[in-house]
Nanobody, 124 residues
Framework: QVQLVESGGGLVQAGGSLRLSCAAS????????MGWFRQAPGQEREFVAA????????YYADSVKGRFTISRDNAKNTVYLQMSSLKPEDTAVYYC?????????????????WGQGTQVTVSS
């Protein structure tokens, strides 16, 4: 059982930056593909970014490409999401997720474990 704990959310003005962190309890963290998803009120869960176990491959939703960067530190069992040039439409609860076998990184159904989420609010 992998426990994931997100942190780093908050309130920021449009154009600002935030860095989200997700700490994993599992010492085999490096075996997992890690992803970030978000969900705004009344909206479906949306893929944001994902990173392969060795950090060689990264994937982004078109809506965040060029503004967000996903990274991981396997020695610290942590994955990060650096968010820049934030927009009001980025407002959502952000969740990190872990999956052993991921064929399509944007498919939330393929991830095995989820964090509790952290709120990001971008004011205009």
């Amino acid at each position: 059982q992998v426990q994931l704990v997100e942190s780093g959310g908050g309130l920021v003005q449009a154009g600002g930056s935030l860095r989200l962190s997700c700490a994993a309890s599992e010492r085999t963290f490096s075996n997992y593909v890690m992803g970030w998803f978000r969900q705004a009120p009344g909206q479906e869960r949306e893929f944001v970014a994902a990173i392969s176990w060795n950090a060689i491959m990264t994937y982004y939703a078109d809506s965040v490409k060029g503004r967000f960067t996903i990274s991981r530190d396997n020695a610290k069992n942590t994955v990060y999401l650096q968010m820049s040039s934030l927009k009001p439409e980025d407002t959502a609860v952000y969740y990190c997720a872990a999956g052993r076998i991921i064929t399509r990184s944007s498919n939330w159904g393929e991830y095995d474990y989820w964090g509790q989420g952290t709120q990001v609010t971008v004011s205009s």
